[in-house]
């Protein structure tokens, strides 16, 4: 019999509690969520900036949590026999991730920080790494002071590979999660100015990323985008580590070098000398900056001596996700509309990424492009000078029509030739209407902007237009 992710006695040693529960009592899974808990799942009531989770643990028992982790003086409800209390239930969450981190001496574990591509390139790595053996990777984006210990905590004795993912909107904060994840490799995608609210420059942002190398394993490695302009800073940081460093990009000395790339709508071709071995494969998933990342991917894949070829080949599989350039072709009733819905979320450098990925549509396909864009936020002072400089990649890319919306965005738009202005409205949902009967058949039409611009409800929007136009037709 395979044994379980924990037992009982085990996470009450791992967190210090005592319990009144079978020790030997198996535990499937660890959650902090009763509405996504699995019967069998151990719950730990975490207290969140809007939420208290010690007011969830009867849903949590109600749904078939084997048992659940509270702070001391919670009271029982009938319980007790299943309850482990402490007295800080974040820090017993960190805890179990560390028991689980050092219970896996043997895997390779991966961490991936970066200003954009973490949560592709974790996806990515977990593609790529399957051939060669399991691979444990973070759920969605969970990659902060609770996502990364709830990550480590599901993660199960035996993996060859564990990969998670690193994010911060302040210094300081990835030295604590690098001290929990303990890398092997540790990957950043690239340094751009996000959360800048939070930061003087982007010199100090590369500087907050380097704290991942802080608890590298001894004789481990960095890998840092070559054509990145704060590679030379990281790369100090990194060798203080005593890190061994591999450059990727299509830079010259760098150690994962893009050699041909041939980039298409629908992926990408790519040739690249990986660590001494020239290897082409076929990228599943378009644009520039996921064959940056895919490089990356195939460094690690070496560098933890997974197998490169099949690595490689499992790279077509690679597909844009929900919100991250996933494309969608609508019906119009008079022809096709290509939707690509990257709502997800919205940096300077995501979005000059996405409007060149928006350029390779072909014309005779789809002749006319259209960016929606919506404001990107985190950039403090900055913000509006990061937005009218968009103007140059709206340009290079070729767009046509540009609607937009937001504060900021709003600078951006007010530059334009009244040729290339679609329309213009203060948020997301007022812009809806004038979307919907700006854009039609031929048109591929990319929609982005931050998280908090709420970008989303204009896909949703624009297919349900289509979807009644399409019925009247
Ligand atoms: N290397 C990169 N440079 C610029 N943009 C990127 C890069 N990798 C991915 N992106 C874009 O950034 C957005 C967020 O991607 P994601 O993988 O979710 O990153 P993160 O987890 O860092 O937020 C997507 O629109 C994606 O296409
Ligand atoms: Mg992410």
């Known amino acids: 019999m395979t044994r379980p992710l924990w037992t009982i006695g085990e996470i009450a040693k791992a967190v210090g509690a005592k319990s009144s529960a079978h020790p030997d009592a198996h535990v499937t899974g660890v959650s902090i969520d009763s509405r996504s808990l699995a019967p069998q799942e151990a719950f730990i009531a975490i207290r969140g900036a809007n939420h208290d989770g010690h007011g969830f643990v009867a849903a949590a028992f109600t749904e078939g949590a084997a048992c659940a982790i509270v ?154 985008n070559r054509d990145n302009p704060y590679y030379d800073r990281l790369r100090r940081h990194a060798l203080e580590h005593e890190a061994r460093v591999i450059g990727f990009g299509a830079a010259k000395g760098a150690e994962a070098r893009l050699l041909e790339v041939d980039l298409r709508a629908d992926g990408s071709d790519v040739k690249a000398d990986i660590l001494g071995e020239t290897i082409s494969y076929r990228l599943g998933a378009p644009g520039l900056h996921l064959v940056q990342n895919s490089l990356a991917v195939l460094a690690a894949v070496k560098l933890a001596r997974a197998n490169l070829a099949s690595a490689a080949r499992a790279l077509s599989r690679w597909s844009a996700q929900t919100g991250r350039g996933e494309r969608v072709v609508i019906d119009t009733g008079a022809g096709r509309l290509a939707l690509i819905d990257e709502t997800y979320n919205a940096n300077p450098a995501s979005m000059r990424a996405a409007l060149a990925t928006l350029a390779l549509t072909p014309r005779e396909e789809y002749p006319r492009r259209v960016a929606v864009l919506g404001d990107m936020l985190e950039l403090g002072g900055q913000g509006p000078k990061l937005h009218l400089e968009l103007a140059e990649f709206v340009d290079a890319a070729g767009v046509d029509v540009v609607f937009a919306c937001g504060e900021l965005m709003v600078g951006l738009y007010d530059s334009l030739p009244p040729s290339r202005q679609g329309g213009y409205a203060k948020t997301a949902e007022q812009l809806a209407p004038l979307l919907a009967k700006g854009v039609g058949a031929g048109d591929v039409v990319m929609i982005k902007g931050s998280f908090g611009s709420r970008m989303a409800p204009l896909v949703e929007a624009l297919q349900r237009h289509f979807d009644t136009a399409g019925a009247q037709a």
Do not use: C, Y
């Open 71 to 224: 702070e001391k003086g919670f009271p029982a409800q009938g319980r007790a026999d299943k309850l482990l209390r402490v007295t800080d239930t974040l820090a017993a969450l960190r805890d179990l991730g560390s028991a689980a981190r050092a219970r896996v001496e043997r895997a390779v574990v991966i961490a991936v920080t970066g200003s954009a591509g973490k949560t592709g390139t974790k996806e990515g790595l977990k593609l790529a790494l399957s051939p060669s053996g399991s691979v444990h990777v973070s759920a969605k984006s969970h990659n902060n002071h609770w996502g990364v210990p709830l990550s480590l905590a599901n993660m199960r004795r035996g993996v060859a590979f564990g990969v998670f993912e690193a994010g911060m909107n302040h210094a300081g904060e990835i030295l604590g999660l690098s001290k929990l994840i303990r890398p092997h490799i540790a990957i950043v995608t690239t340094v751009e100015p996000v959360h800048l609210g939070f930061f003087r420059s982007v010199a100090e942002i590369a500087d907050a990323k380097a704290e991942i190398f802080e608890s590298l394993e001894r004789g481990g490695a960095a890998i840092l």
